[in-house]
């Protein structure tokens, strides 16, 4: 591990004269790329090593461009450098701050934090290069299924036909876009007790911001009652019945999306994680959603329009 990260900082401008017995590396967290903390002496800062095959299908121009402008912003960490080649990235690791994690998200002051950051870089005034069109990448990834040969879950054809309603129903109301981080994991937010920072802007590009909160909502876990508290943050008074359901619609959406995300990294034998599982779990609970009294209530609200 060690001698892959001196390698590669010997090929980075600024890092390629370091003593190599000057540099203490830490392995942090990340399931297809690698990530370590590095300290020398130009401080601390964060290396990520893009995983294998990511360039099949992540912009590297379009998250620089996106990265950049939130740096800017200042949601995101500085970026120190960034090769749009392989993915390899430098940013400054940002100090006395807190991984978010579900227990911290379901704290309802955190949670509403998390919301304003989210709103502040979706009224940031700036576009970004890439689309993130959720269909368009759903059938990106069943074709790239299709080309490994491999299987889907028992129950995912049922919901992919179910999710070509919503399609139909979300498209025929599109809103104008703002620049989105799209993978707002709960671990891409990072909070100092008074402001969320937002890192990882891989996914990121001008979407429906509706997403966004959907996607912070499935990964954080997080009830009805706290959904409705993200979303009065967010907007600064109760959401409408139109936003709430499209929230709603891109849950189910956000988990669809995952599970052939995931198959796709179990079917390449990646080993950062028990990837089936992660679908199955997916599976079970986009079902359930899709199949609560309430979804239909919510998919009319869409239909309706604004």
Not at 112 to 125: F, N, P, Q, V
Not at 147 to 163: T, Y
Not at 175 to 187: G, S, T, W
Request: charged residues 25%; hydrophobic residues 40%; negative net charge.
């Amino acid at each position: 591990m060690k001698s892959e990260v001196l390698k590669t900082l010997s090929t980075i401008p600024g890092f390629d004269g370091l003593d190599p017995a000057s540099i203490s590396i830490k392995r942090l967290g990340g399931f297809t790329n690698r990530n370590y903390k590095i300290d020398c002496v130009h401080g601390s800062c964060v290396l990520r090593l893009a995983g294998e095959g990511t360039s099949d299908y992540m912009d590297r121009k379009a998250e620089y461009h996106a990265a950049s402008i939130a740096t800017e912003a200042g949601f995101n960490a500085e970026i120190v450098h960034f090769n749009v080649g392989d993915g390899t990235m430098i940013s400054r690791y940002i100090e006395n701050l807190v991984t978010m994690d579900i227990e911290r998200l379901r704290d309802l002051v955190a949670l509403k934090r998390t919301a304003r950051a989210i709103r502040r870089l979706h009224e940031c005034g700036k576009e970004f290069q890439g689309q993130f069109e959720i269909f368009e990448q759903i059938d990106r990834y069943l074709d790239v299924i299709r080309e490994l040969g491999a299987g889907v879950p028992d129950g995912h054809e049922e919901l992919q036909n179910d999710a070509e309603h919503v399609r139909a129903v979300l498209l025929a109301h599109p809103l104008p876009r703002k620049p989105c981080h799209c993978d707002p994991a709960v671990e891409n937010c990072i909070d100092n007790g008074e402001r969320v920072h937002i890192v990882d802007f891989e996914y990121a590009g001008n979407n429906d911001p509706m997403w966004d909160l959907g996607d912070l909502s499935v990964e954080g876990d997080i009830t009805v009652e706290q959904d409705h508290a993200l979303l009065t943050a967010y907007f600064g008074h109760e959401a409408g019945a139109f936003d709430v359901g499209r929230m709603i619609m891109y849950k189910a959406m956000r988990d669809l999306f995952w599970i052939l995300w995931e198959v796709v990294q179990h079917a390449k034998g990646n080993p950062a994680a028990d990837f089936w599982d992660y679908v199955l779990v997916r599976l079970g609970r986009c079902r359930k959603l899709m199949a609560s009294t309430d979804f239909p209530k919510h998919l009319e609200a869409v239909k309706r329009g604004p």
